[in-house]
């Protein structure tokens, strides 16, 4: 009868650190690339960080291109980035179109229209052995005043 008792115990516990493990996994692990996308623009604009850190590759990087230098960010820094915009959204209009795309690799071009500007992001994603991941973003700007 202990041994019993110990054994519905020892099982009971397994079941239930298990369960905790399972808390931790890729939540875009069967996600299609235009979902990696949708969720890549609800973190930058939208404001809904949440599960982000599982979008970018861990060789990822940003790289936003203006008139005179180009500045370089790693993953660690938009994750940075994106928690402390978490819950702010972007006066912008979103879209985006898929210019390329096969079984293992996906260019994606978003564009957030502001008021008096375009921000338009060059997103490469790579179907990695885990899920698709987003390794590089080009951002540009557009000055709308004509």
Do not use: H
Not at 50 to 68: G, M, P, R, V
Not at 97 to 114: C, G, H, L, R, T
Request: contains cysteine.
């Amino acid at each position: 009868m202990k041994n019993l008792i110990s054994t519905i115990a020892l099982v009971s516990m397994m079941v239930f650190s298990m369960s905790s493990f399972a808390n931790t996994a890729n939540p875009f692990k069967f996600a299609s690339a235009p979902t990696i996308i949708d969720s890549y623009i609800q973190a930058t604009s939208l404001g809904n960080a949440k599960n982000s850190q599982y979008l970018f590759a861990e060789d990822f990087k940003q790289i936003q291109a203006s008139n005179n230098s180009n500045k370089q960010y790693t993953k660690k820094e938009v994750m940075t980035f994106l928690k402390q915009q978490e819950g702010y959204v972007q006066n912008c209009e979103t879209s985006y179109k898929i210019i390329e795309q096969n079984k293992d690799y996906s260019v994606a071009k978003v564009v957030m229209a502001y008021p008096t500007f375009t921000r338009i992001d060059y997103v490469t994603l790579c179907n990695s052995k885990d899920a698709w991941e987003i390794t590089q973003v080009v951002t540009s700007y557009d000055n709308n005043k004509k």
